[in-house]
């Protein structure tokens, strides 16, 4: 089984289980960037005719057992990004999708 989670964000679609894209989200936060994801790119999505939709550059990782899935699930649940609004102010304004594929 592996492991692969998205958000898809501002129509923008992010790993969050690449540490090396949250890190420089910290990184521009400390320095006082007015958005936190600005300047971080987003990955591209493609279709392809054998594989319908791949997204570039996702990382996946290996979950030889359930606890390992879970595991990345509540480290990709701590990348992603929350912003508030008027009406709700624990709002993410985005969509996240977990993907665990079996072979």
């Not at 102010?89 to 996240?96: F, P, Q, Y």
Request: charged share 25%; with cysteine; glycine share 4%.
């Amino acid at each position: 089984m592996s492991c692969s989670y998205i958000q898809l964000y501002n129509e923008k679609i992010y790993d969050l289980l690449n540490t090396d894209t949250y890190k420089r989200r910290l990184l521009k936060k400390k320095l006082g960037s007015i958005g936190v994801m600005e300047g971080v790119p987003g990955l591209r999505m493609k279709w392809t005719p054998t594989e319908d939709v791949v997204i570039e550059n996702l990382f996946s990782f290996d979950c030889p057992s359930p606890e390992d899935a879970l595991l990345l699930f509540w480290r990709g649940l701590k990348n992603k990004m929350m912003a508030s609004h008027r009406l709700n102010s624990a709002s993410s304004r985005s969509h996240c999708i977990l993907t665990l594929t079996v072979n």
